[in-house]
């Protein structure tokens, strides 16, 4: 099984993060971090910051062997493509890593992403608009899906409802990504979350489209805040109905806290669904774990 979306957290990202928050919006800086401590209990920013790059993945490994994770793909949360390699290096065979771009607008962007690939080893880029506040059909965003299409590395984009202290909503739907779908159509692109409350764009998005995927990480509890009320069942049988199995990666969205530890019932509800969808075994490994490595780790 692969958990093809889960995160690395340190304090050098968290600040980073805060300081990206503060460039969009001056003075909000109290703000944040009072959001920030609602988000993560004093435990967790202990854990966070008192814990080397290596005790992390010494603790990654341990949860992952306890519930049968054979790889996770990890993101993180600001521009810190060192400690995502050196994160990995602990367990080069298990341990991936995404890039993430400060300003994935700016003129070297493309430069920036080529080398994570190239130089830290990275497999993905990951994008979040309604935090880094842009439009994915922008033009400024073209040569950086160039750079991605030539590099054969997908990109993962965050939709949708958001646990982040400040994010604008006016940037946060997947219709967005129609343009970019069909400019680059050798560019496999991943909403996470099923879209994470935009799941009807996110059907939508199916018509005509081939080089879309999407991931079932997080609690789904976006759809206890749409009209429909879906149930995780039904989210999980429209989008296999539209999408096919071969197009959905598994994922829990864990980080890794002493509060919180690995999200097993997670894992266990989405296994616990797709059995009771009635779908082949062959279809439910692709679902946990087969396409995400043709995606990452076929060359």
Same mark, same amino acid.
């Given at each position: 099984m692969i958990d093809a979306h889960v995160h690395l957290m340190t304090m050098e990202m968290l600040e980073d993060a805060i300081k990206r928050f503060e460039k969009n919006y001056p003075g909000s800086d109290k703000q944040i971090r009072k959001s920030g401590h609602k988000i993560f209990a004093d435990k967790s920013m202990k854990y966070i910051s008192g814990t080397s790059l290596k005790e992390k993945a010494d603790d990654w490994l341990k949860v992952m062997d306890e519930n049968g994770i054979e790889k996770a793909v990890f993101f993180p949360i600001s521009q810190r493509p060192e400690q995502v390699r050196d994160f990995m290096a602990n367990s080069p065979e298990r341990l991936y890593g995404y890039a993430f771009i400060n300003d994935p607008a700016s003129h070297d962007a493309p430069d920036v992403l080529k080398s994570g690939v190239n130089e830290y080893g990275l497999c993905g880029l990951k994008l979040y608009p309604s935090i880094q506040l842009f439009h994915a059909y922008d033009k400024k965003l073209f040569a950086l899906y160039e750079e991605a299409q030539g590099l054969g590395v997908?990109?993962? *984009?965050? !939709? &949708?409802?958001?646990?982040?202290?400040?994010?604008? !909503?006016? !940037?946060?739907?997947?219709?967005? /990504?129609? /343009?970019?779908?069909? /400019? *680059?159509?050798?560019?496999? *692109?991943?909403?996470?979350? *099923? &879209?994470?409350g935009f799941f009807r764009e996110v059907c939508l998005l199916g018509y005509h489209t081939k080089n879309l995927y999407l991931d079932t990480s997080g609690t789904n509890n976006w759809t206890e805040y749409t009209p429909e009320n879906w149930k995780l069942k039904e989210v999980f049988k429209r989008a296999i109905e539209i999408y096919s199995p071969e197009r959905i990666i598994f994922g829990t969205d864990t980080v890794l806290r002493p509060d919180t530890g690995y999200r097993t019932s997670i894992m266990k509800e989405q296994l616990n669904v797709v059995e009771a969808l009635g779908i082949s075994s062959g279809e439910t490994d692709l679902i946990f774990g087969g396409n995400a490595k043709r995606l990452y780790f076929t060359p």
């Open positions: 997908p990109i993962t *984009f965050h !939709y &949708g409802i958001t646990h982040a202290p400040m994010a604008d !909503y006016r !940037y946060t739907n997947p219709l967005d /990504l129609q /343009l970019p779908l069909r /400019l *680059f159509p050798k560019l496999n *692109f991943i909403i996470a979350h *099923f &879209g994470a």
